[in-house]
């Protein structure tokens, strides 16, 4: 059975930071690409960073690019999302999602999606 199960929400003031986890079991890690998406209300999810199967490398959005970084521990099947400089508006449900082989930043890249974990940024 495939799982993904993401951990580390939390509510924090803005300029601090956070760091979420997802754990992955039950596919051949490698294989997959993992993305980190998110969901404010009342408002379509995106996407926010992934990293490649194809390739390893890590792609992000542009509005965290320079303050979200992506990176997975291929030991734990673990991929995380640091997130320094958070602002009020990345306030949102983040969700982590597993894509075959090559995946971007597009909902319909990927197979599988895990509960998510509200992360809530105080002005």
């Known amino acids: 059975e495939v799982q993904l199960v993401e951990s580390g929400g939390d509510l924090v003031q803005a300029g601090g930071s956070l760091r979420l986890s997802c754990a992955a079991s039950?596919?051949?890690?490698?294989?997959?690409?993992i993305g980190w998406f998110r969901q404010a209300p009342g408002k379509e999810r995106e996407g926010v960073s992934c990293?490649?199967?194809?390739?390893?490398?890590?792609y992000y959005a542009d509005s965290v690019r320079g303050r979200f970084t992506i990176s997975s521990d291929n030991a734990t099947n673990t991929v995380y999302l640091q997130m320094n400089s958070l602002k009020p508006e990345d306030t949102a449900v983040y969700y982590c999602?597993?894509?075959?082989?090559?995946?971007?930043?597009?909902?319909?890249?990927?197979?599988?999606w895990g509960q998510g974990t509200q992360v809530t940024v105080s002005s």
């Open positions: 990293i490649s199967a194809v390739d390893k490398n890590t």
């Open positions: 999602a597993a894509g075959w082989r090559w995946a971007g930043l597009l909902l319909g890249e990927y197979d599988y």
């Open positions: 039950g596919f051949t890690f490698d294989d997959y690409s």
